[in-house]
């Protein structure tokens, strides 16, 4: 099992950049592929960024490729999310999930990912 607890996000102006992070609870985080999804107001979650258990191998949804930088520290147990050059379009709330234990791969499908945080609301706006 798994507890995730996301933070970092707030009000920010278009071009400004914003770091998310994902504390995970339990033993097993380094175990876990993880990844970053986001829902924005009256649409459906999509997939942000995603990292393997190691943190070596990365996959970027083509709308944050460039700018959105997923990475781990696994001796504390955390995920991030660094985002610059935000835009409009980035508005949404944030969600990290982690996969589970017998699937080390990366994968862009919310519904393997069995575990999710609350989420964390990022608005950019002039």
């Known amino acids: 099992q798994v507890q995730l607890v996301e933070s970092g996000g707030g009000l920010v102006q278009p071009g400004d950049s914003l770091r998310l992070s994902c504390a995970a609870s339990?033993?097993?985080?380094?175990?876990?592929?993880m990844g970053w999804f986001r829902q924005a107001l009256g649409k459906e979650r999509e997939f942000v960024a995603a990292?393997?258990?190691?943190?070596?191998?990365?996959y970027y949804a083509d709308s944050v490729k460039g700018r959105f930088t997923i990475s781990r520290d696994n001796a504390k147990n955390t995920l991030y999310l660094q985002m610059n050059s935000l835009k409009p379009d980035d508005t949404a709330v944030y969600y990290c999930?982690?996969?589970?234990?017998?699937?080390?791969?990366?994968?862009?499908?919310?519904?393997?990912?069995?575990?999710w945080g609350q989420g964390t609301q990022v608005t950019v706006s002039s």
């Open positions: 339990g033993r097993t985080f380094s175990s876990n592929a």
């Open positions: 999930a982690a996969r589970g234990l017998n699937y080390p791969g990366i994968s862009a499908t919310m519904g393997e990912y069995p575990y």
């Open positions: 990292i393997t258990r190691s943190g070596g191998s990365t």
